[in-house]
Structures are given as structure tokens and as C-alpha cells.
């Protein structure tokens, strides 16, 4: 019993340290909105804050993928890739065959991305290379793929049908397809982790892998799922990528696999896996779309840009860490 009533008080702990850190980062947040709108007045219109959500919808969905990974100790660094090569496909496909439908279109790149995934899968669960050796391998052999197919062309926006365009630039009762499908996939992907078993499974594995074998949870099982599921989100992502900026490029997304993982870690999911929320990596994407857009309107310089936006998720990140060690040693006590 006494280990029991151990286990339970840690569950609480570590909940308490998720909501106060989630709410920090909200605090963070308001602060920098605050800063911001004081050297421009636009920031603070409907019409901006609109344009952050688009820019940073993409980015939201493929956290999402990226947190499961992490949450089982592992990293994805071909998301970005995937993203490249899958809407560079559905791209050249839509061009070609202009009647394709644009819920099909967005099927197709799914599927790809879910066969990129499961390879990930694949060759971390069975063939036990560590995942950031076989992330990085896949990322560069995608992203080849990608030119492949290319053949050096883009498929610019005279190409693609107007109702593949639609997909990402449509809206849906004055609600933009991007941001209603960001909270269709945040809701139904906070409910897999939340109130399904293998939601907790994927929990159990980051945290304590020994522990999660001993009670009978398939560790290989969970990690090609995690995969699977991340190539998946990311290979839809690459079809909203494209038909949002109606270019289809082989460059496309390059290093956005370090902005996924930088939105986890700020969101608070713990880069060695266990711990993380939905809403927090939702938090950490809003954060890192309003440094950018924060950076534009006050016009910094280009050469700068890069280097305080490092620092600005430096100290978000650092803040947060110690923070988090003040919290746990206070309720601990």
C-alpha cells in the first residue's frame, strides 16, 4: 500500500508541474504579446493574430506526431522531409490529374506519410538503430526521394486546381480549414493519449521502459506505432503545406524537424520521454509562430532574426527548467 499511495503522490506531483508550467507559459506568452504590441500597433489586430494561427498550423500538427515520438525517449528528424517529398507527390499528381478530388489529394499524402513512418518504425523497433541515427538517415534519403521526383522542376500555383488550394485556403462556417483541422487532430489525439490504453502504454514505454515490459506492454509494438503515427501527421501536413503556399518545392520545410522538436520542449514534453501534453505543445508552436511574426512587424535585422529568436526559446526553455526544479522540490517537501 505504501508504495501505492508513492505512486499516486508522484502521479500528483507531476500533474501539478504540468498545469503551472503550462500556465507559465501562457504568463511568457502575454508578456511578449504585451512587449510586441508596444512597437506595433498591428500586432494586436484580428486580422495578425489570424495570420499567426495559419502560419503556425502546420507546425501544430506535426508537433503533435513529433511529442508521441519523444514521449517514448525517441526523435523523428525526417518529419520535415516527409512533409517534402509527400506534398511534393500529391503535387505533381494534382497537376497532372486536375479532377483528383482534394479529399483524395489529402488521403494520398497521409498514406505516403504513413508508409515513410512505419519505415522509421521499422528500423528503430526492429532493427534497433537508435532513432536519431535512423531519423537522420531517413531524413536525408526523403528528402533525396524528393528531388528524385522533382526532377529539379516546382509545381507552382498555375498548376494545381483551384479546389486543391482550397484545401489549406478554404474555411469552413468562416473558420479557416487550417485551424479547424489543427483542433480536430489536437482534440482526437488528446483523447488517444489521455483515455486509451495504448495512450497510456505510450507514457508507460518513455518513462520506464523496464517497468512497462515487466506488466506485459510491447515496447516494439508502441515505438513503430509513435513512428508510424508521426510520418503519418506529417505526410497530411505536406498536402496543407503545399496547397497553403501553392508551391511545391524540393527545399520545402527545410529545418522545420528543429522547430517541431523546439515546440515539445517548450511546450514541456521532457525530451528523455514519460512526460508532455497536447495543450503544451500547442503552446509551444503559438509561442515560436509569435517570436517570428513579432520579429517581421517590428523589422528586425534579417542577420538578427535567427539569433533572437534562439535566445527568446534559450530563456523560455531555461525559465521553464528552473521553475519546474523549484515546483517539484516545494511539493515534494
Known amino acids: 500500500m505504501e508504495k501505492q499511495d508513492i505512486r499516486i503522490q508522484r502521479r500528483g506531483i507531476l500533474s501539478k508541474v504540468i498545469a503551472i ?3 507559465a507559459l501562457i504568463a511568457f506568452i502575454v508578456i511578449l504579446i504585451t512587449i510586441v504590441s508596444f512597437r506595433s500597433p498591428y500586432f494586436l489586430t484580428l ?3 489570424n495570420d499567426i494561427m495559419l502560419d503556425t498550423a502546420i507546425l501544430m500538427v506535426i508537433a503533435i506526431g513529433q511529442m508521441m515520438v519523444i514521449l517514448t525517449a525517441g526523435i523523428d528528424l ?8 509527400s506534398g511534393m507527390a500529391v503535387a505533381l499528381t494534382v497537376s497532372q490529374y486536375k479532377s483528383v478530388h482534394p479529399l483524395v489529394a489529402l488521403l494520398m499524402g497521409i498514406g505516403i506519410g504513413f508508409a515513410l513512418g512505419s519505415f522509421n518504425g521499422l528500423l528503430v523497433s526492429k532493427v534497433g538503430i537508435p532513432p536519431i541515427i535512423a531519423t537522420i538517415a531517413t531524413m536525408t534519403v ?21 479546389s486543391f488550394k482550397q484545401i489549406a485556403r478554404g474555411s469552413i462556417l468562416k473558420i479557416p480549414n487550417l485551424i479547424m483541422m489543427v483542433l480536430v487532430v489536437s482534440l482526437l489525439f488528446y483523447y488517444f493519449l489521455k483515455h486509451t490504453r495504448t495512450g497510456r502504454e505510450i507514457y508507460a514505454v518513455g518513462g520506464n521502459p523496464n517497468a512497462a515490459r515487466f506488466v506485459g506492454i510491447g515496447l516494439d509494438k508502441i515505438r513503430f506505432l509513435v513512428y508510424m503515427l508521426s510520418g503519418l501527421l506529417s505526410g497530411g501536413a505536406g498536402v496543407l503545406w503545399v496547397s497553403r503556399y501553392a508551391s511545391a518545392q524540393s527545399n520545402s520545410a527545410v529545418g522545420f524537424e528543429l522547430l517541431t522538436v523546439a515546440a515539445c520542449v517548450i511546450g514541456g514534453v521532457f525530451i528523455f520521454g514519460g512526460s508532455g501534453t497536447i495543450q503544451g505543445v500547442l503552446l509551444g508552436s503559438l509561442l ?9 512587424l517590428i523589422r528586425v535585422n534579417p542577420f538578427w532574426k535567427l539569433a533572437i529568436q ?7 526553455v531555461v525559465t521553464d527548467a528552473i521553475m519546474s526544479k523549484r515546483i517539484v522540490s516545494r511539493l515534494e517537501v
Not at 525526417?78 to 517529398?85: G, K, M, R, Y
Not at 515560436?288 to 517581421?296: T, Y
Open 21 to 23: 508550467r503550462e500556465l
Open 47 to 49: 486580422s495578425n493574430f
Open 78 to 85: 525526417s518529419v520535415a522531409s516527409t512533409l517534402a517529398f
Open 142 to 162: 526523403y528528402r533525396g526521394f524528393t528531388f528524385v521526383i522533382a526532377k529539379g522542376a516546382w509545381v507552382d500555383a498555375h498548376e494545381m486546381p483551384e
Open 288 to 296: 515560436l509562430g509569435i517570436i517570428v511574426n513579432a520579429l517581421s
Open 310 to 316: 534562439g535566445l527568446i526559446i534559450l530563456f523560455a
